[in-house]
């Protein structure tokens, strides 16, 4: 079946140390996005790509960084710089091209600072 | 700037209930708007949507109607049940690539 797979589900960090969360699609998607979720702040968007080797920041880029090598993958690593990592984190991806149709979201993964 | 204003929550409803979410938008041009539902744990999920002016999405009992002169996009249900308890986002994409979230509201039914 089609879809984004995000992974891990849950994720424990220690402070001071980077992270990286996985996101693949095989929905042969051209546009990929991470989004920020906090209780009562609805979503926020991180960075998002329109197309391989090619990415944009968002609203809430600092303290984060993203690679796209490849159409399928769209990691997101949370480095040491960003002051409030905790929160859930959804991946999701489009056709791209605008306008916009739909947005497909993977399961998120939830990630802890202890 | 662009934005969504949704009504806040928590809703909390009996079974067989009407429900209604109002959903607000600021943009220029026409944006597609859009619907959609997180449960417990999961990502989102696309509810129904609209692309043009007096579209109508529908989906699961679930409507909503693009209404331009009004700017709003409001989440309708006849009669809800246990299963609908989840967290409604109100979304709107235009032509650059982001797509824009209203704060969500959740909503809880009781039997």
Sequence with gaps: DGGITQSPKYLFRKEGQNVTLSCEQNLNHDAMYWYRQDPGQGLRLIYYSQIVNDFQKGDIAEGYSVSREKKESFPLTVTSAQKNPTAFYLCASSIGGGPWTEAFFGQGTRLTVV | ?111
């Excluded at chain 2, 002016?53 to 693009?66: I, P, Q, V």
């Excluded at chain 2, 246990?82 to 909503?107: H, I, P, Q, R």
Aim: with cysteine; net charge negative; glycine share 10%.
């Design chain 2, 1 to 111: 700037g662009d934005s969504v204003t949704q009504m806040e929550g928590p809703v909390t409803l009996s079974e067989e209930a009407f429900l209604t979410i109002n959903c607000t938008y600021t943009a220029t041009g026409y944006p597609s708007l859009f619907w959609y539902v997180q449960y417990p744990g999961e990502g989102l999920q696309l509810l129904l949507k609209a692309t043009k002016a007096d579209d109508k999405g529908s989906n699961k009992g679930f409507e909503a109607t693009y209404r331009k002169e009004t700017t709003s996009f409001h989440l309708e249900k006849g009669s809800v049940q246990v299963s609908d308890s989840a967290v409604y986002f109100c979304a709107w994409g235009g032509n650059d690539y982001k797509l824009s979230f209203g704060a969500g509201t959740t909503v809880t039914v009781r039997a």
